[in-house]
């Protein structure tokens, strides 16, 4: 099946520095991706639509100069977490839907986040 | 995603079978989804079904839908300690043209040996 590569997997760093999380759709091209993020023992909240080309679509209280998308070909979208604070320690997970299965939206593994 | 309930724990023997239960809010939806998280991992597409279907068996998992009451279920046959997990429903959200996912709160089942 589709399969959608997320790296890191969990990352470390101090309070002022950025952290870029990488979402590859392996087998397939993905004009769209989506990055969701996850709070402990919480649900998923979409925090943007990456556009390949174009771009990214935030949802309303996401802050795009603090969290910079980049959708530069069809097959990887990176989302970077500028002048992380310790509030922005979460969860982040990628996903994607194949176009030859529409109906299905793949996710990566996901990034575990700390900010100390 | 506040708006797509669920309980928020389940807890079986193991060999019993599960019930997970969802409501959503969409009576429009196209496809309504499970979606299974393990500790610390994505999200894992269990199964999903299209909404002009009452139910879909796939192996140990059953899905039933009632359109009529927007309530959405996974029963899991034999439920083994591999099980244990959280469980997402999820459905499209109400707007033209937009194809990500709202997801429910989760519910965490916990297997017993």
């Known amino acids: 099946g589709a399969v959608v590569s997320q790296h890191p997997s969990r990352v470390i760093c101090k309070s002022g520095t950025s952290v870029k999380i990488e979402c590859r759709s392996l087998d397939f091209q993905a004009t769209t991706m989506f990055w969701y993020r996850q709070f402990p023992k919480q649900s998923l909240m979409l925090m943007a639509t990456s556009n390949e080309g174009s771009k990214a679509t935030y949802e309303q209280g996401v802050e795009k100069d603090k969290f910079l998308i980049n959708h530069a070909s069809l097959t990887l979208s990176t989302l970077t977490v500028t002048s992380a604070h310790p509030e922005d320690s979460s969860f982040y997970i990628c996903?994607?839907?194949?176009?030859?299965?529409?109906?299905?939206?793949?996710f990566g593994s996901g990034t575990q986040l700390s900010v100390l | 995603g506040e708006d797509v309930e669920q309980s928020l724990f389940l807890s079986v023997r193991e060999g019993d079978s599960s019930v997970i239960n969802c409501t959503y809010t969409?009576?429009?939806?196209?496809?309504l989804y499970w979606y299974k998280q393990e500790p610390g991992a994505g999200l894992q597409l269990l199964t999903y079904?299209?909404?002009?279907?009452d139910m879909k068996q796939d192996q140990r998992l059953t899905v039933l839908l009632n359109k009529k009451d927007k309530h959405l279920s996974l029963r899991i046959a034999d439920t083994q300690t591999g099980d244990s997990a959280i469980y997402f429903c999820a459905e499209p959200p109400p707007q033209t043209g937009a194809n990500n996912l709202f997801f429910g709160t989760g519910t965490r089942l916990t297997v017993i040996p």
């Open positions: 969409d009576s429009s939806s196209t496809y």
């Open positions: 079904i299209f909404s002009n279907m």
């Open positions: 996903s994607a839907r194949d176009p030859r299965v529409y109906e299905k939206l793949f």
